[in-house]
C-alpha cells in the first residue's frame, strides 16, 4: 500500500469511526445491524470498528435488545457520562469555568472574579490554576473547550476586536492555553460554540442547518449549514453583530457605522440606561444585572420598560432579516444575557421578520428563544471539546 492510500485509508476509518460515535452519540443504545443500515456501512466493517471501540473501553455492549424483525441482537452504547470536558467562557468582563459530561450535563462550574482591562493577566492566571486543580482530581477529563468573542482570528488566535473591552486584543489565546495542560484545548469563537451547543443538545434534536444568534455583551451569530459550520477564510465568518443596520449610524470599534451590536447587545443597552431613569443605578450594575432589570420592569407591567424592550426585539429582528436572506437557515435559536427579555422581545423580533422577509423563506424558518439552561453559553464552550471528541476519537483514544 503506498503512503498517500494508507493516509486516506486512515482518514476513513477515522471517518466511520466518528460517525460511528455520532450515531450511538444521539440515538443511545443500537443494535450492529441498526449502525450499519443507518449509515450504509457493511456489517464487517461495523463489526471491526466497534470492536476497537469496545476494546479501547470508549463503547460498551449493553446486553440483549429488540432487533429488526423481532430478533435479538446485543446492543452497544456510548456511555456519555463517563467522560468529561472542562468549557472556558470568556465574555468582556466575565470569564466561568465549568466541567460537563458529554450529554452537557453540568458537573461544576465556577465565576471567576469580573474582569478589568487592568486584571486580564491575573484573571488568566487564576484560569489556568482553576484548571489544573479541576484536571488533578478528575482524571475522565478529556479535553478543554474555550469560547471566545468574536472576531476570532483562528490562525493567529486573537480575537481582532471586542468593543468596549479592547484589553482582550492583546492577548494570544493559543500561545497562552493552547499547549498548556496535559489535555488538548480547542478554542472556538463564542457564537459558534452556542451552535455547536445548540446541535449537540437542544431538546428538539440536532438540525443540519442552524442558525445561533447570540445576544450577550456583543452580538453573534454561528451558523451550520449542511451540517458543516462556518468558518470563512480567518475564522471570522458570520459577524453579525458588525453588520451595519443604518449606515449613518452609531460609530463602532470595529471601523464600520451603525454595527447591530451598538443597538441590541447586552452593552448597548445597558449604556442606554445608564443616560435614563427607567433602572435606577443602572450605572452601578454589571450589563447582564441591568439588563435583567429592565425585563423585570417589563414583566411587571412598566409601560416605558415594555416599550424598550420591543424596540429591542426589533434590531434584534432587523439581525434575523439578515441572517435568513444570508444563511437560509431552518432554525434560528436567540440566546444569551438579551434573550431574557422573552415573549415580549421574541414577538417583536418576528414582527419585524413577518414583515420584511419573502413569505416563502419567513415560513420555512423557525425563531425561538433557547431551550438549554441559562448557562448555555458556558454549555457551548464545553461543546467544543465534544465535537471534537467525537469528530476525531483517534485523538483521545488508542482507537486506529
Ligand atoms: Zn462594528
Same mark, same amino acid.
Given at each position: 500500500m503506498s503512503g498517500v492510500s494508507h493516509a486516506s485509508q486512515a482518514s476513513i476509518s477515522e471517518s466511520n469511526r466518528s460517525r460511528i460515535l455520532h450515531y450511538l452519540y444521539h440515538e443511545g443504545v443500537s443494535s450492529r445491524a441498526q449502525i450499519a443500515k443507518a449509515l450504509g456501512l457493511t456489517p464487517a466493517a461495523i463489526t471491526k470498528i466497534t470492536a476497537r471501540l469496545i476494546e479501547a473501553d470508549v463503547i460498551q455492549e449493553t446486553g440483549s435488545i429488540e432487533g429488526s424483525k423481532n430478533r435479538r441482537s446485543i446492543g452497544i452504547a456510548l456511555d456519555s457520562k463517563r467522560f468529561h470536558v472542562i468549557g472556558v467562557k470568556f465574555a468582556r468582563s466575565l470569564v466561568s469555568v465549568g466541567v460537563f459530561d458529554l450529554d452537557g450535563n453540568r458537573v461544576s462550574l465556577e465565576q471567576l472574579p469580573p474582569v478589568k482591562e487592568s486584571t486580564i493577566h491575573r484573571t488568566l492566571d487564576s484560569i489556568r490554576s482553576t484548571i489544573e486543580e479541576l484536571l488533578a482530581h478528575d482524571d475522565t477529563i478529556m479535553a478543554i473547550g474555550m469560547a471566545v468573542p468574536g472576531p476570532y482570528l483562528r490562525s493567529t488566535g486573537r480575537t481582532a476586536v471586542v468593543s468596549s473591552m479592547q484589553g482582550w486584543r492583546t492577548i494570544n489565546l493559543r500561545e497562552e492555553f493552547l499547549h498548556a495542560f496535559a489535555v488538548p484545548v480547542f478554542i472556538e469563537q463564542d457564537a459558534r460554540a452556542g451552535v455547536l451547543a445548540q446541535y449537540l443538545f437542544d431538546p428538539a434534536g440536532p438540525c443540519d442547518n442552524l442558525? @445561533? @444568534?447570540?445576544?450577550?455583551?456583543g452580538v453573534g451569530l454561528g451558523v451550520i449549514d449542511g451540517g458543516h459550520v462556518i468558518n470563512g477564510a480567518q475564522g471570522t465568518a458570520t459577524e453579525i453583530g458588525h453588520v451595519s443596520i443604518d449606515v449613518h449610524g452609531r460609530p463602532c470599534d470595529c471601523g464600520n457605522v451603525g454595527c447591530l451590536e451598538r443597538y441590541c447587545s447586552a452593552v448597548a443597552i445597558h449604556e442606554a440606561l445608564c443616560s435614563g431613569d427607567l433602572?435606577?443605578?443602572?450605572?452601578?450594575?454589571?450589563?447582564? $444585572?441591568?439588563?435583567?432589570?429592565?425585563? *423585570?420592569?417589563?414583566? !411587571?407591567?412598566?409601560? *416605558?420598560?415594555?416599550?424598550?424592550v420591543k424596540a429591542i426585539g426589533e434590531y434584534v429582528g432587523y439581525g434575523c432579516v439578515t441572517i435568513i436572506n444570508s444563511f437560509n437557515p431552518e432554525r434560528i435559536v436567540i440566546g444569551d444575557i438579551v434573550a $431574557?427579555?422573552? !415573549?415580549?422581545?421574541? *414577538?417583536?423580533? $418576528? !414582527?419585524?421578520v413577518d414583515e420584511r422577509v419573502i413569505p416563502e423563506l419567513r415560513s420555512a424558518t423557525s425563531i425561538t428563544i433557547s431551550a438549554l439552561p441559562t448557562d448555555a453559553a458556558i454549555c457551548g464552550a464545553a461543546s467544543v471539546a465534544i465535537t471534537q471528541i467525537l469528530n476525531h476519537p483517534s485523538t483521545f483514544f488508542d482507537v486506529a
Open positions: 442558525a @445561533y @444568534y447570540l445576544l450577550g455583551e433602572v435606577p443605578a443602572a450605572e452601578t450594575m454589571t450589563h447582564a $444585572q441591568a439588563c435583567a432589570a429592565l425585563f *423585570r420592569e417589563a414583566c !411587571d407591567g412598566n409601560g *416605558r420598560a415594555a416599550s424598550m $431574557q427579555g422573552g !415573549d415580549l422581545l421574541l *414577538r417583536a423580533a $418576528q !414582527d419585524v
